[in-house]
């Protein structure tokens, strides 16, 4: 996550101070909670994490007080030393102190390794390190517990739920304080609470957890982004196609899906007496329409497209609002086409997935994930394979990152990954080769020789799934949708009752051309600007007597200091230019 300031250096990595601030508030919750047990504690990206079990739950209100421990100890602590001892004698010790989390962390450090403690003179724990020379150099201004949250052992929900308390360390209080604020944006700009304040979505645990309800208005920027995803992908010679949502047992055994996902599908229902599953992936469906009649050289490349809507089980405590789901819809699209064709196609698509990534204003990442140790297919597919999205990477100029072993088991792929607003990565288009479902359908085409041969089968998604990706521009553009996918973009305010006639009259030419208009008589106009501002609509028109006067309009635009003035005619061009290139600005 790129942080949108150059935090300040210290004498050793902001790392080693997170790790040792991390030690400072363990030995905090145990002076406030005697007998606690403490598990692991490492430092993490901007912050670090302690886990615990505790006599009683913690709340966020709990923190300040663990703050003020932190800042006694580093009253009384010292330097950071390091000691070993052996392996005995250090299992000794930890069952003495009755942690037995501890206990099992050293059973994983290998035979052989160095077993060491760091004491900073009121406490010792099991670790590696690094630190900090000493507790001095830590600032108490500097540190903040941010949040606690339950955490399995190990992460298996079958074992002990322990506590988690998070928080952040830096070298300098500003710094504290800039990271704060970032965190506050990151707040702000959460799809679900702007869900819930703008009524875009909603989730009812009637229908089932994971499963997303699109409220109009979000409705509206779906149905945008599909109908431009359509018009590319007809330009692109794409045909549409649609699959059904459930398919027998036995196409998702051939297809490995049973094989090599099964926790992530959906339990079967019996209908006529058969096992049937509803769909994981929209892919053997594809592979069925290219198989129900017998393809020449001459038809490929060939190209289906399908925003089709799959299920998959996802653990309850892994789902987040629209971002991680268990119904959403994949911009799918399957290619089969020869060999020779491969690298063609390759460089299509990654010029698609450049489109649309910068439409929006999202930095991106391509990473090359080549043969993972369990895969299907020769050396010689593989290199082929590999070859051709290096050489489509580099016909784009598209640098790409190495990711050794983190393609799927049935090919090579590109993985993109794409950074928003504020920084932070997100999971983005993909990019695949597949040699398994070709081989397990019997996918073959005539070739111009008159014998049988297999296609090769490209798989790639760009949005990857609507609800992801929707979700994520909700917090990329903190719900200020750009004008063309935007469903409120227009407030029309006029002042007083004498210019609600002409204030309807630019509402009807505004939706005449195209462009939702909301328009609010009543109240005094500060208020009524004002909640245009809460319901994110980026365009106030304001009309009083002089507008009318002169036939324009007072123009308020999101993230403009200035208010414009222009007349109708002049308005309405302003906005079919914004519109027609798709600007990110207002």
């Known amino acids: 996550m790129t942080l949108p300031f150059e935090p300040q250096q210290g004498p050793v990595s902001l790392q080693a101070l997170r790790h040792s601030v991390s030690h400072i508030m363990?030995?905090?919750?145990?002076?406030?909670?005697?007998?606690?047990?403490?598990?692991?504690?490492?430092?993490?990206?901007?912050?670090?994490?302690?886990?615990?079990?505790?006599?009683?739950?913690?709340?966020?209100?709990?923190?300040?007080?663990?703050?003020?421990?932190?800042?006694?100890?580093?009253?009384?602590?010292?330097?950071?030393?390091?000691?070993?001892?052996?392996?005995?004698?250090?299992?000794?010790?930890?069952?003495?102190?009755?942690?037995?989390?501890?206990?099992?962390?050293?059973?994983?450090?290998?035979?052989?390794?160095?077993?060491?403690?760091?004491?900073?003179?009121?406490?010792?724990?099991?670790?590696?390190?690094?630190?900090?020379?000493?507790?001095?150099?830590?600032?108490?201004?500097?540190?903040?517990?941010?949040?606690?949250?339950?955490?399995?052992?190990?992460?298996?929900?079958?074992k002990a739920m322990l506590q988690r308390i998070y928080g952040t360390a830096w070298w300098s209080k500003k710094d504290v304080r800039k990271y704060l604020d970032y965190l506050e944006e990151i707040k702000k700009r959460d799809h679900r609470r702007l869900g819930r304040e703008l009524d875009l979505f909603s989730l009812?645990?009637?229908?089932?957890?994971?499963?997303?309800?699109?409220?109009?208005?979000?409705?509206?920027?779906?149905?945008?982004?599909?109908?431009?995803?359509w018009d590319l992908h007809y330009a692109a010679d794409y045909w549409p196609v649609y699959t059904p949502h459930v398919a027998g047992e036995k196409v998702f055994e051939r297809s490995g899906h049973l094989e090599n996902y099964a926790d992530m599908i959906w339990a079967p229902m019996a209908v006529d007496e058969r096992p049937h599953r509803v769909k994981p992936m929209n892919c053997p469906g594809h592979v069925t329409i290219f198989n129900s009649r017998r393809h020449s050289y001459r038809d490929l490349p060939l190209r289906f497209?399908?925003?089709?809507?799959?299920?998959?089980?996802?653990?309850?405590?892994?789902?987040?609002?629209?971002?991680?789901?268990?119904?959403?819809?994949?911009?799918?699209?399957?290619?089969?086409?020869?060999?020779?064709?491969?690298?063609?196609?390759?460089?299509?698509?990654?010029?698609?997935?450049?489109?649309?990534?910068?439409?929006?204003?999202?930095?991106?990442?391509?990473?090359?994930?080549?043969?993972?140790?369990?895969?299907?297919?020769?050396?010689?597919?593989?290199?082929?394979?590999?070859?051709?999205?290096?050489?489509?990477?580099?016909?784009?100029?598209?640098?790409?990152?190495?990711?050794?072993?983190?393609?799927?088991?049935?090919?090579?792929?590109?993985?993109?990954?794409?950074?928003?607003?504020?920084?932070?990565?997100w999971q983005g288009p993909t990019v695949q080769v597949d040699f398994n479902l070709p081989d397990r359908f019997d996918i073959q085409f005539n070739d111009a020789d008159n014998t049988l041969k297999r296609p090769v089968m490209v798989h790639r998604a760009i949005f990857g799934s609507m609800e992801r990706f929707v979700g994520g521009l909700i917090e990329h553009f903190g719900a200020w949708f750009p004008l063309w996918i935007n469903p409120n973009p227009i407030a029309v305010l006029p002042i007083t009752d004498e210019q609600i006639e002409a204030a309807t009259s630019l509402q009807a030419r505004l939706v005449e051309a195209g462009y939702r208009t909301a328009m609010w008589p009543d109240g005094p106009l500060r208020k009524r600007v004002r909640e245009a501002n809460l319901e994110k609509i980026p365009y106030v028109a304001v009309l009083g007597g002089r507008e009318v006067e002169e036939g324009t309009v007072n123009l308020r635009i999101h993230g403009r200091k200035d208010q414009l003035s222009m007349s109708m005619d002049e308005f309405v061009a302003y906005l079919d230019d914004k519109r027609r290139s798709k600007s990110l600005e207002f």
């Not at 670790?127 to 000493?134: A, M, N, Q």
């Not at 001095?136 to 190990?154: C, E, H, M, N, P």
């Not at 050396?379 to 983190?406: C, F, M, N, T, V």
Request: aromatic letters at 10%; proline letters at 6%; one cysteine or more.
């Open 204 to 229: 009812n645990p009637d229908f089932g957890a994971g499963l997303v309800f699109w409220h109009p208005k979000l409705g509206h920027v779906r149905r945008q982004l599909e109908q431009w995803w």
């Open 26 to 158: 363990a030995d905090a919750v145990l002076r406030r909670f005697p007998g606690a047990k403490v598990a692991i504690g490492p430092p993490i990206e901007h912050g670090f994490y302690y886990d615990f079990e505790l006599p009683r739950p913690l709340t966020d209100e709990d923190l300040p007080a663990i703050e003020e421990e932190m800042r006694a100890i580093l009253a009384e602590a010292g330097e950071f030393q390091r000691s070993t001892m052996s392996r005995a004698d250090a299992e000794a010790r930890l069952r003495e102190a009755g942690q037995e989390y501890k206990v099992e962390l050293l059973g994983d450090i290998p035979v052989g390794e160095e077993i060491s403690f760091y004491d900073h003179g009121t406490w010792s724990d099991l670790c590696e390190g690094p630190h900090v020379e000493s507790a001095q150099q830590i600032r108490g201004d500097a540190f903040k517990l941010t949040s606690v949250a339950g955490a399995y052992w190990r992460g298996d929900a079958d």
């Open 305 to 425: 497209a399908e925003l089709g809507t799959v299920y998959r089980y996802e653990p309850s405590g892994t789902l987040h609002g629209m971002l991680r789901v268990r119904g959403f819809t994949q911009d799918d699209a399957h290619i089969f086409c020869t060999p020779g064709q491969l690298a063609d196609e390759i460089v299509d698509v990654l010029k698609m997935v450049h489109t649309i990534l910068s439409t929006f204003g999202y930095q991106y990442t391509a990473y090359l994930a080549t043969r993972p140790q369990k895969s299907l297919g020769t050396d010689e597919i593989w290199e082929h394979a590999i070859d051709a999205l290096k050489a489509a990477a580099e016909r784009q100029q598209l640098p790409l990152e190495d990711d050794p072993g983190g393609g799927v088991f049935y090919g090579p792929k590109i993985d993109y990954k794409i950074k928003d607003a504020l920084g932070r990565e």
